[in-house]
């Protein structure tokens, strides 16, 4: 068998300021304040965690599942609410930059109630510079406690911002978030959209017209490039041969998958992977 090498990791940018001595016992506590440049393959999933995030997306676009499923993009400013479960990705054609607040405590919980917030996406002008201020003190390494006091107070102005709106991000129906679930589980599979229809209960037509209209691509695209992506990590991460790359994903054969490859990318799996080792070098 052909012996691999070790794995690339997929990376994303950060501008991020860790507390990593932060007190859970206290009224508010904040580990983490970021400013994060997504990459296409960017995925978060919690599972019912305590911890607070406050987000708005400065660029691009991204799609959240927590109490129903969202579609945020550039101006929008939503909330991960403690104790919840939700997974959070890129849109991979126009992956977000946003900047983030994360916080513990029962203080929070009991401020958005007694402002009545409890949606999940909103748009409002008022909330960037609240949150672009406080990523500017926390970057001036501030006494802790005093960076809490501030965050609560922050926290304040925009709950009371916000307050009683509901939530204005685009809501992805129940289907096509299964019908995209199906498809990401199926990356080394050969992907029939015919059984995927009929799991999800959907004809074909409406499948395309759906992954259009909110995912901006194709199925048959999104497939691509999702095969692709792990074409070109195989490639740079291991010693499969292209037939043997082709074979593991699922394409007709080593030439075919090798002029679509070319097609994504410009280069041929061979051309793509010498570069590869050449920058390694």
Do not use: W
Not at 125 to 137: A, F, G, R, T, Y
Request: proline share 5%.
């Amino acid at each position: 068998m052909p012996k691999e090498k070790e794995p690339i990791k997929t990376t994303i940018e950060e501008n991020i300021v860790l507390f990593p001595y932060h007190e859970r016992g206290m009224p508010i506590s904040v580990p983490i304040v970021s400013k994060t440049y997504c990459n296409p393959q960017y995925k978060i999933f919690r599972k019912h965690t305590d911890l607070y995030c406050f987000e708005y997306i400065l660029s691009g676009a991204a799609y959240i599942i927590s109490d129903k499923k969202y579609k945020v993009q550039k101006g929008d400013f939503y909330i991960v609410y403690g104790n919840t479960q939700h997974l959070y990705y890129s849109d991979p054609k126009d992956p977000p930059t946003k900047i983030a607040i994360c916080a513990y405590g029962d203080f929070i919980g009991a401020m958005l109630s007694a402002y009545n917030v409890t949606a999940t996406v909103f748009h409002n002008n008022k909330v960037l510079p609240i949150l672009e201020d406080l990523l500017s003190l926390a970057k001036q390494n501030p006494d802790y406690n005093l960076f809490c006091r501030k965050t609560a107070l922050a926290l304040h102005k925009i709950a009371e911002s916000i307050s009683g709106q509901s939530s204005q991000g685009t809501v992805l129906p129940d289907y096509l978030v299964k019908a995209k679930e199906d498809i990401d589980h199926a990356e080394f599979k050969k992907i029939n959209l015919n059984e995927i229809c009929r799991g999800v209960g959907i004809s074909k037509p409406q499948l395309i017209r759906s992954f259009k209209t909110y995912y901006n691509v194709t199925p048959y695209n999104y497939i691509l490039n999702m095969k692709i992506q792990s074409a070109k990590l195989l490639l740079t991460a291991t010693n499969l041969t292209v037939k043997e790359i082709a074979y593991k994903l699922k394409f007709a054969d080593e030439y075919y998958f090798s002029n679509r490859f070319k097609q994504v990318t410009g280069l041929s799996p061979l051309h793509y992977r010498k570069k590869g080792e050449e920058s390694d070098l």
